[in-house]
């Protein structure tokens, strides 16, 4: 086990990690897994865990998993304290890559879901939903999906993981909707995809709209509505900069930069926290994604069945579209709100709206408060949603660097992103670092791998724009 020695990069401790089984009794599994990988991403609807267990005394057989047992794990860094600690209790509903190495030896995976995901195939809705998207939510989440969020060795159940939901209050205020035997996530999804954030700054947010747990609990919402919190509020987690090879110096740095008026959320420990050891960078720039994605812009036709009325909606993201085109939407790139100032992409790319197309059927008269199965801010929604989503999947790193239990999706890191060509003495780190790729971004996903002795952590990080934001 680790001890609190924060000299150590990536240093971890395992206060709790234990399975409970029927009748309360518990296993300390500490003794037997070898590695643990955690996994948060905004896309994905809850966490889920992967205990690697190395096994002599025949634990499967001993022990009678059954579905209904869990394992409660509390990992924490040595120098942040319990409420930044991983902890939390998860379903066990698999057990995986079973290898038996000798007659006295085997290895197996215990895979795990948050408790709300085990629960969420066994909820079905079959009925209509009417009201503001936020009160909806609310009212699906509190009634059918939260569940404790600690089991203790004593087998009792305290808190709950809570719901932030983000932009209220929401545009979609008079929205309704059937859900057809729908569980519970999937009728969360609906309403998040589906739901309009309030203005930011005179703005509109773009309705990337999603469900997602994070370490401390569930968000629906738009993504850029969730980092634009933390810009408005002008907090960074860390800053991770991938260092040209050899430049020992900047490693053994003990100060932390500064990054204009960002303050950071997470302590600073050294320089060698704070950088990558490696980056996947695979997709910087795709014009052929751009086009088929919907990222340029899209159209949107909505068909009423009964009376045999139509609309259609171009959504033009560049504002460079040429002719008259009957139903486009005036909106484009600048009246969005966006993480940082300088746009990504040329102002006249070669594209066509009509390249990107989602037609949707409905009925007038289905409601007694709807004249149209969808009403036309639906539509202007469904034609932006193409661009929103793309956008936050156009440029995406992958960087690895050491783990930290505080971290969460949604909060903003600065990346330094080295600048080749040749380095003299004395150089600034605006001269060392590419001021394209560098600069403030948003983290997407975590894959947390933690061993006793070691902590580090995959982040995919995306952003929307170039500059320091």
Known sequence: MSTDNTETIGAVVWDELFLTLAGRATVDLRPFVQYIKIYENIGQHCL????????????????????????????????????????????????????????????????????????????????????????VAAQVFNDTIAEPRYRDTDGGFSGQTSLTILGTPHKTNNFSFNANNWSAFHTMDFISKNSEPGDYNGKSIMPNGLFFETRSGFIMGSFMELI??????????????????????FMDDTGRTTSGSYSYSSPFISQKYCTASRVDMKNYFNELNNQISGYYGSTTIGIDMINRLNYQMVFDYTDNLAGNFRGKINKSYNDFAHLADERPTSTKPLFSPAAVTTVKIASSN??????????????????????????????????EVPGKTDIEVGKLIKFNYPSVGDKGAGMSRSEIFDP?????YAIAGIVHNITQENHTMTLEIVRDSFGEG
């Open 48 to 135: 889920f865990v992967e205990l690697a267990i190395k096994d002599s005394t025949n634990i499967i057989g001993k022990l009678d998993l059954d579905g209904t047992n869990t394992v409660t794990l509390k990992i924490r860094s040595p120098f942040l304290n319990d409420d930044d600690a991983l902890h939390k209790t998860f379903s066990v509903f698999s057990i995986s890559d079973r290898l038996v190495e000798d007659d006295r030896n085997q290895y197996f995976v215990l895979n795990l879901i948050s408790l709300e995901g085990m629960k969420d195939l066994s909820t079905r809705f079959s009925k209509r939903f009417t009201g503001s998207t936020e009160a």
């Open 228 to 249: 634009l919190q933390y810009k408005e509020r002008n907090i960074l987690y860390d800053e991770y900069s991938y260092v040209p090879v050899g430049d020992i110096s």
């Open 366 to 399: 289905l409601y007694e408060d709807s004249d149209f199965g969808y009403d036309i801010n639906h539509f202007e929604r469904l034609t932006y949603r193409n661009t929103a989503v793309a956008e936050i999947k156009r440029l995406s790193i992958k960087i």
């Open 436 to 440: 394209k790729i560098s600069g403030i």
